[in-house]
Nanobody
Framework: QVQVVESGGGLVQTGDSLRLSCAAS????????MGWFRQAPGKERTFVGA????????PLADAVRDRFTISREGAGNTVYLQMDSFKPEDTATYFC?????????????????????WGQGTQVTVSS
């Protein structure tokens, strides 16, 4: 069985930094895309960034491109989201997602429907 678990969320202040971790288990995922999304209460779940595969590109949303960084560890089953220079609008529940198929032809990784396995989320609250 596949399991996806996020960790590392917490309460931070504007301008602070934090690193989220996502561990996927149940099968090797080094060749699979893993993504980060976030959702504030009453709002849609939106794309933050993704890792296409272990050694692949890491696209980021415009809102975070100059502040957040995605990385993938050795075997590829763990993905990190390094978040710097927090803004209040970064407050949200952050979700990790894993794509079951390794095929990315014609796939939009910004789309929540491009992923098959989801974690339960970790809360990040930014205070001023």
């Amino acid at each position: 069985q596949v399991q996806v678990v996020e960790s590392g969320g917490g309460l931070v202040q504007t301008g602070d930094s934090l690193r989220l971790s996502c561990a996927a288990s149940g099968r090797p995922f080094g060749q699979n895309a893993m993504g980060w999304f976030r959702q504030a209460p009453g709002k849609e779940r939106t794309f933050v960034g993704a890792s296409r595969w272990l050694r692949g590109r890491t696209p980021l949303a415009d809102a975070v491109r100059d502040r957040f960084t995605i990385s993938r560890e050795g075997a590829g089953n763990t993905v990190y989201l390094q978040m710097d220079s927090f803004k209040p609008e970064d407050t949200a529940t952050y979700f990790c997602a894993v794509r079951q198929s390794t095929d990315l032809r014609g796939i939009d990784l910004f789309d929540v429907n491009s992923y098959d396995y989801w974690g339960q989320g970790t809360q990040v609250t930014v205070s001023s």
